[in-house]
């Protein structure tokens, strides 16, 4: 299997099919609750990636947790999407307009895949 298919069927399995809601919900949450939940993500996600690549390298297995925990933790891809792009995702909600609620909650995940794709992609690129 290609290395950018496998990457990419292990990022969709790891992060829609096997986080769950409580782990969405928490994982972003202050203190170390919050980067409990964020660990268990990781972990679970890492694992997924790592059986689709199917490399049990401990490097690889390393950088890929370390790249997916601060993203999910810290929630960059929403802080992309206000603070880069500009788009008031608060302000879509508050305005009712249901074209600007659909891209408040598809352009914040479109920016989280894509900042998790980016950062693996040279891992798999040149360590695999």
Excluded: E
Excluded at 22 to 48: D, E, I, P, S
Excluded at 83 to 94: H, M, S
């Amino acid at each position: 299997m290609n290395s950018l298919f496998a990457l990419l069927i292990g990022h969709l399995v790891g992060d829609f099919l096997f986080q769950t809601d409580r782990m969405a919900q928490k994982k972003a949450q202050k203190g170390m609750n919050g980067a409990l939940w964020c660990t268990f993500h990781a972990a679970a996600y890492t694992t997924c990636v790592c059986l689709c690549l199917w490399t049990r390298d401990p490097l690889i297995i390393g950088l890929i947790f370390l790249s997916h925990w601060p993203l999910d933790r810290y929630g960059m891809g929403a802080k992309w999407t206000t603070q880069i792009k500009g788009f008031d995702v608060a302000g879509a909600f508050k305005s009712g307009n249901q074209a600007l609620i659909t891209l408040a909650i598809i352009i914040p995940i479109a920016v989280d895949n894509t900042l998790h794709l980016l950062l693996m992609w040279p891992i798999v690129r040149f360590l695999l």
